[in-house]
Every structure is written in structure tokens, then in C-alpha cells.
């Protein structure tokens, strides 16, 4: 997380790296799980996609979701690059700011056990969305705030949220909401050290902060009249 340059503007594409062709190396397993890191995943599941800031912490939050009580219905998860330009990126390559790649959480979950909606919560209160291209003390274009949405209802669900906890953080002094919500690209996997980092090392580092501000979905709650969505 530390040592390299930082930039906080995305590259064009004629200045991103060329990548390479095949995959990097990663974990085949969950460390913490032990479930199968790329699948085949069970029938019926679904998958998400976070960024939140450092892919370390932002992993731990979905992971523990429901520890303790069961099957809290999340099959796996796993950290890795998505919504830039260079194809099979490195974790140097990503930092360089130099592939347009933010570092991302995979969710691959069971919408019978926990709804997406019960994601998106766990999304904007483990971070501070107002902060553009950081997260705390982390800067640069892989700590962004963003929502890569799989299916019409993702980003439906996503949007509605976003309104709702603007509307819920502007009430304490917050900016505006600086998270980008798209359709999610490719996914790749990061390197294999970074898979389950803080299960693996549980005194490693996490800059992860919320803003202490509870995100209002699933309570029933609505935009107030002429709220932005």
C-alpha cells in the first residue's frame, strides 16, 4: 500500500500499460473458506463487485458478514483490479496509476441468504464515499469509491442507494457522494499474497475508516421531496 507513485487522474488509453495476455498467479483457494477462489460456484449464486479503498480491509468486511451465525450466504470472496484499461494487470502496475484499475472486492454470494441490498449497506458504511480519488491516508485512482453492477436490478438497487445515503451523510456535513457506479468489466484476480491479506496477517495494515453515518437501506426509508438520485 505505501512506496509508489501517486495519481490521482485516470490515463487515456493511449498512456495505460499494455498488460500482458495470460492471467498472474492467484490463491486457488479462499484462505479463510477454503471454497474454490474462481469456481465453479454453487448453483444459483450471484456475484457483486465493491471498491472501497484498499482491497485489504474492504475484502474483511464482506467475508465476516454474518460470522458466527451460520451460513451468512457468501460463497467466497476475492480481491483483484477492475474498471481500467490494461488487460491482467500487476499490483505495481495498478499502483502506478497507470492502468485506470480500481482495487476491487468480488462478491459471490446467495441471494437466498443475503440480499444485494444487505451488500450495498456494508458498502457505504465501511468507507468514506465523498473522497474521490482516496480513502484516508491511501490516494490514487485504486482507492476510488465505486459499484460495478452485474444485472439492471444491480445498478437500480446501487442508484436508489446512493440517493438515500447522500441524503443520509448531507444531513451531517458530508459532500457529495464521489462513487462511481458502472457496469462491471472484466475482473482480475490480484496476486495471491493479497487474497485474504488480514486473515493471513491479522496486525497488517487497514486505512479502511467509515463515516460513522448508518446507510438507511432496507428500513423502509425514502428520498425526501426533490432529493438528487
Not at 11 to 18: E, H, Q, R, S, Y
Amino acid at each position: 500500500m505505501f512506496g509508489f507513485k501517486k495519481s490521482i487522474a485516470m490515463p487515456k488509453a493511449a498512456d495505460a500499460l499494455p498488460g500482458r495476455n495470460a492471467a498472474i498467479r492467484t490463491a486457488p483457494e479462499h484462505f479463510v473458506n477454503h471454497r474454490a477462489l474462481k469456481g465453479p460456484y454453487p448453483e444459483g449464486s450471484q456475484k457483486a463487485m465493491f471498491g472501497l479503498g484498499c482491497f485489504w480491509g474492504a475484502e474483511r468486511k464482506f467475508w465476516e458478514l454474518g460470522k458466527g451465525s451460520g451460513d451468512s450466504g457468501i460463497q467466497v470472496t476475492a480481491v483483484g483490479y477492475a474498471g481500467g484499461l490494461t488487460p491482467n494487470p500487476t499490483y505495481e502496475e495498478v499502483c502506478s496509476g497507470r492502468t485506470g484499475h480500481n482495487e476491487v472486492v468480488l462478491v459471490v454470494y446467495d441471494p437466498k441468504k443475503i440480499s444485494y441490498q444487505a451488500l450495498l449497506k456494508t458498502f457505504w458504511e465501511s468507507h468514506d464515499p465523498t473522497q474521490g480519488m482516496r480513502q484516508g491516508n491511501d490516494v490514487g485512482t485504486q482507492y476510488r469509491s465505486g459499484i460495478y453492477t452485474f444485472t439492471p436490478e444491480q445498478r437500480q438497487a446501487a442508484e436508489a442507494s446512493k440517493a438515500l445515503y447522500e441524503q443520509a451523510i448531507k444531513a451531517k456535513r458530508y459532500g457529495a457522494i464521489t462513487t462511481e457506479i458502472v457496469d462491471a468489466g472484466e475482473f482480475y484476480f490480484a496476486e495471491d499474497y493479497h487474497q485474504q491479506y488480514l486473515a493471513k496477517n491479522p496486525l497488517g495494515y487497514c486505512g479502511l475508516g467509515g463515516t460513522g453515518v448508518s446507510c438507511p437501506i432496507g428500513t423502509g426509508a425514502k428520498l425526501t421531496q426533490g432529493a438528487n438520485a
